[in-house]
């Protein structure tokens, strides 16, 4: 663009630096800034521009009148110039006391009939602009003076053709069989109920596929923790099918906190990991690698050999926990709230569990993150009298959904969410951590990006960063990378003929034998911003 129009309103000032933030931007990327109040413009401004930047403030969820006025003035006359004005990209900076960007409805009405296309987010600052809120006003700037020239530019919140949005007849979610969908009903059905949708939540015991269900977009939302979402992005084991990988999955909202650990028969003669010996007998399931990978990584921790232990194999999680209660093995993971856990903890001797206590032995629990640094340590909270207060695997599971889900129906729902976590709390003992607190928490240390309607939110309750803006974008980057890779292989694995099925050895040594060709880094968390 050559020549950037300002277009603006300020009353206190505000928006007027975040204006003059943006045209210091303008003007670093090599274009010429017209900064103009409304009340000096002219209709003519908008004809002899390349592209437009709007600023205003919000008042009482309107535009300032003084900004209103400029387009009041000449009316109709809008809709005559719209030949002459031609197709333009424009955005929208604004300063807000409280309702975000919801002032600029009407306007941004106007500018979509005079065939104006929004081509970047608005930027927000809530009351006085922040240091990083100028800086989101800079790069805007330099992001419109760098965009190339064309006939015509795709609009990032195009005119709707039904009017008003509308809550779907149904929410659909797929959770974890049992408590994750406990959970999705608990606090579901209320909102449900409230805006006059219907929730359709179902369930499977396998993660694969509620992630593949979203994937192929007949659900709109999951449930996933972090070592299930991560292995599904780098299709790893049971995810390593064509209709299952990576897709462009996005944090929506924190729906629990949950905590695991590894437990023995109360009487049992391990007393702590530090008995685990060669021999030891460990209850597994092979087609679920996250749990092996923690077993392994408990092995790192006290420095036994994998290969020294005696490995059970089971078909599923209630075998492994049952097998260590009928004597078969010494010890499995497990998780305190499950059903099969609660009844092993009425059988008599009860069970133990083996402590993970990562500050009495730091150098352990590196050795446990080394081998899978998915996975966090802490106390139990929750769950079985036995679990709580020993050192046991904590983390926070997310509602998720596909990047491509309508960002209005996400908004909505998080709004709903965050506004009535009150209400909803005490409806399941794990909502007590559905909330914004939690939420952020987590937005500091996931690999996930953020999804739009959840930063509209975020936006809005002021708590949206530079640095959360950054990491979420360079979260997105590596998850395209990964489903660009994994499309890629798999074309490579369709010419010579290899079936792209998670139980196909030669499928799997290609897929892993590509990444590391191609050094694609591992999805991992981070320990903060």
Avoid at 321 to 350: C, H, N, W, Y
Avoid at 370 to 396: H, N, R
Avoid at 406 to 418: E, G, I, P, S, T
């Amino acid at each position: 663009m050559q020549r950037v129009l300002f277009l603006y309103y300020s009353h206190s000032g505000h928006t007027e630096k975040m204006i003059l933030a943006a045209a210091e931007g303008v003007r670093e990327g090599g274009a010429e800034a017209i900064v103009k109040k409304t009340t000096d413009a002219v209709r003519e401004n908008l004809v002899n521009c390349d592209a437009v930047i709007l600023g205003t403030g919000n008042y009482f969820q309107k535009e300032a009148g003084m900004f209103r006025d400029y387009w009041d003035r000449y009316d109709y006359d809008w809709l005559k110039m719209k030949k002459e004005i031609g197709i333009k990209p424009y955005a929208w900076v604004v300063s807000a006391g409280v309702g975000g960007d919801g002032c600029i409805a009407t306007v941004d009405n106007l500018m979509k009939q005079l065939n104006f296309r929004r081509v970047f987010p608005t930027v927000v600052a809530f009351e006085d602009p922040t240091g990083d809120d100028l800086d989101n006003c800079r790069k805007l700037g330099r992001r419109m003076a760098e965009l190339a020239p064309a006939a015509d530019y795709t609009d990032i919140d195009p005119p709707k053709k039904s009017g008003r949005w509308k809550w779907p007849p149904k929410v659909r979610l797929m959770a974890w069989k049992g408590i994750g969908a406990e959970v999705a009903h608990a606090w579901g059905d209320p909102m449900a109920q409230d805006v006059g949708t219907k929730l359709v939540a179902t369930s499977d015991e396998n993660a694969s596929i509620c992630f593949k269900n979203v994937r192929a977009g007949r659900f709109h939302f999951t449930t996933g923790a972090r070592v299930e979402t991560s292995q599904m992005l780098m299709a790893d084991g049971e995810y390593a099918d064509r209709d299952g990988g990576p897709f462009p999955v996005c944090a929506v909202w924190a729906q629990s906190r949950n905590n695991a650990g590894f437990f023995v028969r109360g009487d049992s003669p391990i007393k702590d990991i530090y008995d685990i010996k060669p021999g030891t007998r460990i209850a597994s399931l092979p087609g679920n690698p996250a749990s092996r990978n923690m077993m392994e990584a408990l092995l790192a921790w006290v420095k036994v050999n994998a290969e020294d232990i005696k490995w059970v194999e089971h078909k599923s999680y209630a075998d492994t926990v049952q097998s260590v209660m009928a004597g078969r093995t010494d010890f499995a993971f497990a998780m305190p709230l499950s059903k099969v856990v609660i009844e092993a903890e009425k059988q008599p001797g009860g069970i133990r569990w083996l402590e993970l206590d990562a500050e009495k032995d730091p150098e352990g629990a590196r050795r446990f993150h080394e081998v899978d640094p998915l996975e966090g340590l802490g106390v139990m909270f929750t769950g079985v009298a036995s679990c709580l207060g020993k050192w046991g695997i904590v983390g926070t599971h997310l509602v998720l959904a596909h990047r491509d889900t309508d960002k209005y129906l996400v908004y909505r729902m998080v709004r709903w969410l965050h506004q009535n976590f009150e209400q909803i709390k005490d409806r399941h003992s794990k909502l007590k951590w559905a909330n914004l607190e939690t939420l952020v928490a987590e937005l500091k240390q996931t690999f996930l990006p953020v999804h739009e309607g959840l930063r509209q939110l975020l936006k809005e309750e002021g708590v949206w960063t530079n640095a959360l803006e950054e990491r979420s974008e360079a979260n997105a980057a590596l998850i395209d990378r990964y489903c660009e890779a994994y499309q890629e292989c798999q074309d490579m694995a369709d010419e010579k003929g290899i079936p792209v099925r998670h139980d196909s050895p030669e499928w799997v040594e290609m897929w892993e034998s590509y990444k590391k060709e191609h050094s694609i880094p591992i999805v991992r968390p981070f320990e903060g911003l």
